[in-house]
């Protein structure tokens, strides 16, 4: 590890102060930061450990609730409200890591945890995201786990959160302060696809920090799956993930919201196609339908070839649960 400074403000704005110092680096719970500082990978400056900050709370807000950014993930799968109101969102928090690791990790930290691209944590191979303009190990090299939508010459990493695959679906909003004060992003707007700077995971400006995240007043309690394909049935990142979402009033689906994780720099969503499901009987062959259109401009870099029929099959899986009202289970993880 390079020598570092360290700080611990209690304020947001001392925070937000510290982390606008050009190499400083936020720590929540430390999970991932840690790990990339053994490697290189990453090499802070200065460090600003955030534990001590006001954000631990989850609070109802509009209707909806309010998460703040210091909640462990674990805290978020097990409160009342959340398990009430937003199982989708337990359900995938419960669907990552390990009790140890999600007891620790906070729900800012998951947002901007970095890729698990094998060639992004060896410094000694070349990575665009790591070091910009070296190249890209992956394009050619072994990709089985990477992107196969929304990449680009420069990248193909996949962002390997779970929770933020629900978040998406359930049209969270993140709450970000910085130097010029608060702002608040509409999930699908906080992360980016690589294109010519995959340097960048979001869209955060310099010195700007996640407060919380707002889940908005909605009703998706009914109709939900979290399912989850990896290479083990725990303690894996999703080589494919699917966060389905139905509203059905009268036997027909009045919304949809399907995100998927493990197939791009971002969890995936094409609202076009889910609104091609609107009005529509929940069967079987129109979840084909809908799979093949949201896969349609699936690319594929070798290794990954595989994860399109997989896609494609876990996202009828998922939609056939959701509507079923029969959800993955996260405690006994295998898929019927
Ligand atoms: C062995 C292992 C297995 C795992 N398996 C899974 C899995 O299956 N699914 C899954 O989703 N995750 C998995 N994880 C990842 C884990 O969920 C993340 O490491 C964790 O959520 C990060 O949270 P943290 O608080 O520890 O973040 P830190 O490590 O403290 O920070 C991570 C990054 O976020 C930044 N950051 C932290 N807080 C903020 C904030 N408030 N605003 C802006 N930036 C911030 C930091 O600067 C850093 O860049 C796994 C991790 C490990 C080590
Ligand atoms: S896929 Fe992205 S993270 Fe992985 S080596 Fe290429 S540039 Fe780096």
Redesign the pocket.
């Known amino acids: 590890m390079t020598p570092f400074t360290y700080q611990r403000p209690t304020t947001v704005a001392d925070a937000v102060a510290a982390a606008a110092t050009p190499g400083a680096k936020l720590i929540a719970g430390g999970t991932n930061l840690i790990d990339l500082m053994k490697e290189s990978v990453e090499r802070p400056t200065a460090l600003i450990d955030i534990g001590r900050l006001p954000l631990g709370a989850i609070e109802e807000a509009d209707g909806g609730l309010r998460i703040g950014a210091l909640v462990p993930n674990t805290t978020v799968a097990e409160d009342e409200r959340v398990l009430a109101r937003y199982p989708l969102l337990a359900s995938a928090i419960l669907a990552g890591a390990t009790p140890q690791l999600r007891n620790a990790a906070s729900t800012g930290g998951n947002l901007n945890q970095r ?1 698990r ?4 944590y060896d410094v000694a ?6 070091t910009p303009e070296s ?5 050619r ?1 072994v ?1 089985r786990i ?2 196969i939508l929304g ?1 680009s010459d ?4 996949t962002h390997p959160s779970d929770m933020c695959v629900a978040l998406a679906a359930l049209d969270a909003v993140v709450e970000v302060e910085g130097p010029e004060g608060g702002r608040a992003i509409p999930f699908a707007d906080y992360h980016r696809l ?1 294109e010519e700077t ?1 340097q960048r995971d979001n869209n955060l400006l310099p010195g700007e920090m996640v407060t919380a995240i707002r889940l908005p007043n909605e009703d998706f309690t009914a109709h939900h799956s979290y399912l989850k394909l990896r290479d083990r049935l725990s303690y894996a990142f999703a080589l494919v993930s699917v966060a389905a979402t139905l509203r059905i009033e009268d036997d027909r689906i009045v919304e949809a919201r399907v995100a998927l994780g493990g197939v791009a720099h971002k969890p995936w969503r094409d609202r076009e196609a889910e609104a091609a499901l609107i009005g529509k009987i929940p069967v079987r062959t129109m979840f084909e339908g809908f799979a093949d259109t949201l896969l349609a401009p699936a690319a594929p870099r070798g290794g990954n070839a595989f994860k399109i029929p997989l896609a494609r099959r876990a996202i009828v899986r998922a939609l056939t649960q959701a509507a079923a009202g029969t959800p993955q289970s996260q405690t006994n993880k295998r898929i019927a």
């Open positions: 890729t691209c094998y060639y992004f191979t070349p990575c665009n995201k790591r190249g890209c190990g992956a394009l090299g990709n990477h992107a990449t420069m990248c193909i990493a690589p995959p």
